[in-house]
């Protein structure tokens, strides 16, 4: 999961609730959803959140939802902008690959050292969020200061969005101090060389220019001159991406944010080429001929239709209307109540605009029972006339789970989901080879994240991940998982075969095969299956010390120490065995 870093003390500050210890704030954020993970080396909270609240990742945005938990903000809040006095022409040789552009100014913004480090981190979060890496939407914040508009005929600065020849022109990129050529920071600069995969193959490189000069080279860096400090008072915000909702949406918090800190948000003219540039409408779409200008940021506000039964329903408690508007209030959403056609009650809720995960009435009653408290439901019996009991395959599960706490593992519960890279190239393979754990991924049409593609295809990574997350702990370390796996195979109704799989890691300075393999047996035995180990070659682990896992006749996984490349690639320093095979096979 993300984790983003909150000063509490900021926290304090921005919420207004100078009387709260740390420990309250803790639990106060566990209530939005917020866990605490630990602290960073500055005495930072480190919290863990959902990647659909993407308003949460920087401290206002946290602050603005404690405050309407706290009952000091209610009801749906929207900034009210300045007409705008810039404007951001694209031109017709901004490249296919990259056409859309959104901005906003920013005056009057109060800047210290730890507001602007709050900036930074929500920018790069940003990116690695909703951003995809850069890759779908990238931010430019720039001291406007520093800018100076080409002069047109209604008297608006312009700054204009354009596609450069890769050594057409020069400007001096951050955390330089030299000029190069866009074709030189992609070569050259440390910033250039870690997104050069995003633009390098195109024929023009986007590139945005004021009246002196190039001072932003989108997605991959700024252009020094215009450096946002504690100094700095207004800024100008511009955001490039593949698609102009999500660049709006990002622009959209990223305005709060600073809202938050008593800026003034000032509108943007965005003028595009032909009608077909602008490609958004009110409702979300992403396909509109819609006119050739845009007005940015756009906090327009959309609605979700929620009938009362259902609310009722889902929570499994009686609310009067009231107290849902006022639980709507109280996160953050207007709401009004009316009946529809059949004469059943429902309400139209408002979503404001910088709330970018509401797309189903669900969200909305998510939200109206964190409002109303989850530890304040009571728990009943359901009213059904039957007695549960344990599946079969759960059982099967508790029982290994249980021998192998016994065996001295750690028991884990990681996420189905994950990213190619991470299932894939981290381990050196390659979807599709010969080997356990490499077939083809039952990937996800439009992920909401680039750090969750598809459905892994083995627990492997997932254990090595958790190994990487905890270097600064002590060893041994010792973790296992049962958990699910998923592959597709034609041959199923579905199109994908899922499984359950049992995955072991073992990691300390004498970590080997035998070690590995004398709990493997332990375990098995303890489920009277036969057992063989026969020699194989995988590429997560090393030739000569790694082994198939046979049970009664059938290859059902992997044993072996893991291979030193990959062990470097996750930063560790020492040596890890493990072993994963099918669950089905100590049935």
């Given at each position: 999961m993300p984790t983003v870093d909150i000063d509490p003390d900021e926290l304090r500050d921005l919420t207004g609730h100078d009387e709260k210890s740390d420990e309250e704030l803790q639990e106060d954020l566990f209530g939005l959803g917020l866990e605490f993970e630990g602290r960073t080396e500055d005495g930072a909270f480190e919290l863990e959140f959902a990647p659909d609240r993407l308003d949460r990742l920087s401290v206002e945005g946290v602050a603005r939802s404690m405050r309407y938990q706290y009952g000091d903000a209610r009801g749906v809040h929207v900034p009210s902008p300045n007409s705008p006095e810039w404007t951001i022409e694209v031109d017709e040789s901004v490249p296919d690959e990259r056409p859309y552009v959104t901005g906003a100014v920013v005056r009057d913004v109060d800047l210290d050292e730890e507001s602007l480090?709050?900036?930074?981190?929500?920018?790069?979060?940003?990116?690695?969020?909703?951003?995809?890496?850069?890759?779908?939407?990238?931010?430019?914040?720039?001291?406007?200061?520093?800018?100076?508009?080409?002069?047109?005929?209604?008297?608006?600065?312009?700054?204009?969005?354009?596609?450069?020849?890769?050594?057409?022109?020069?400007?001096?990129?951050?955390?330089?101090?030299?000029?190069?050529?866009?074709?030189?920071?992609?070569?050259?600069?440390?910033?250039?060389?870690?997104?050069?995969?995003?633009v390098s193959e195109y024929e023009r490189y986007p590139s945005i220019y004021d009246s002196i000069g190039l001072f932003s080279f989108p997605p991959v860096i700024n252009g020094r001159r215009t450096e946002v400090s504690t100094d700095s008072r207004d800024l100008f915000v511009e955001m490039t991406g593949t698609d102009q909702w999500t660049i709006d949406k990002m622009l959209n918090i990223v305005c709060y944010a600073l809202s938050a800190r008593g800026a003034t948000i000032e509108e943007v003219r965005v003028e595009y080429p032909d009608s077909e540039s602008a490609n958004v409408d009110l409702d979300g779409s992403r396909t509109q001929l819609g006119g050739h200008e845009l007005i940015r940021p756009d906090l327009s506000m959309k609605t979700k239709t929620v009938a009362h039964d259902r609310i009722e329903t889902i929570l499994g408690i009686g609310l009067d209307p009231d107290e849902v508007l006022d639980l709507a209030e109280r996160s953050g959403l207007a709401a009004e109540k009316e009946e529809n056609e059949d004469g059943n009650l429902?309400?139209?809720v408002t979503i404001p605009p910088y709330r970018v995960d509401v797309l189903h009435p669900l969200d909305v009653i998510d939200d109206l029972g964190r409002a109303y408290g989850f530890n304040e439901l009571e728990p009943r019996y359901p009213d059904v006339g039957t007695v549960g009991g344990r599946h079969e395959r759960s059982r099967l599960e508790n029982a290994a789970r249980t021998q192998l706490v016994g065996l001295g593992f750690e028991d884990l519960l990681n996420f189905h989901m994950i990213s190619e890279g991470e299932n894939y190239d981290r381990l050196n393979v390659s979807p599709g080879d010969d080997v356990y754990g490499a077939g083809e991924p039952a990937t996800i049409k439009e992920p909401y994240s680039e750090d969750f593609t598809m459905l892994r295809t083995w627990l492997m990574p997932s254990l090595l991940m958790v190994l990487e997350r905890n270097t600064h702990r002590s060893y041994p370390q010792n973790l296992a998982e049962i958990g699910f796996a998923a592959e597709v195979d034609e041959s199923e109704n579905t199109g994908v075969a899922e499984g359950?799989?049992?995955?072991?890691?073992?990691?300390?300075?004498?970590?080997?095969?035998?070690?590995?393999?004398?709990?493997?047996?332990?375990?098995?035995?303890?489920?009277?299956?036969?057992?063989?180990?026969?020699?194989t070659d995988h590429p997560t682990f090393i030739s000569g010390r790694t082994a198939a896992i046979v049970i009664d006749g059938e290859e059902v996984g992997v044993i072996g120490e893991v291979h030193p490349k990959v062990l470097v690639e996750h930063d560790l320093e020492v040596p890890v065995s493990a072993f994963e095979f099918d669950l089905e096979a100590l049935r």
């Open positions: 480090e709050s900036i930074i981190q929500l920018q790069e979060k940003l990116h690695a969020t909703m951003g995809r890496k850069r890759a779908k939407g990238a931010i430019g914040i720039h001291d406007l200061t520093m800018l100076k508009g080409t002069a047109v005929t209604e008297g608006n600065p312009t700054i204009q969005y354009v596609g450069v020849e890769p050594d057409e022109d020069r400007f001096v990129p951050l955390d330089s101090d030299q000029e190069m050529t866009p074709a030189d920071v992609l070569e050259d600069h440390q910033t250039g060389q870690t997104y050069a995969d995003l429902v309400y139209e359950r799989r049992v995955g072991a890691v073992l990691a300390h300075h004498e970590a080997g095969y035998e070690d590995a393999k004398a709990r493997l047996q332990t375990l098995t035995r303890n489920f009277d299956v036969d057992i063989e180990t026969p020699p």
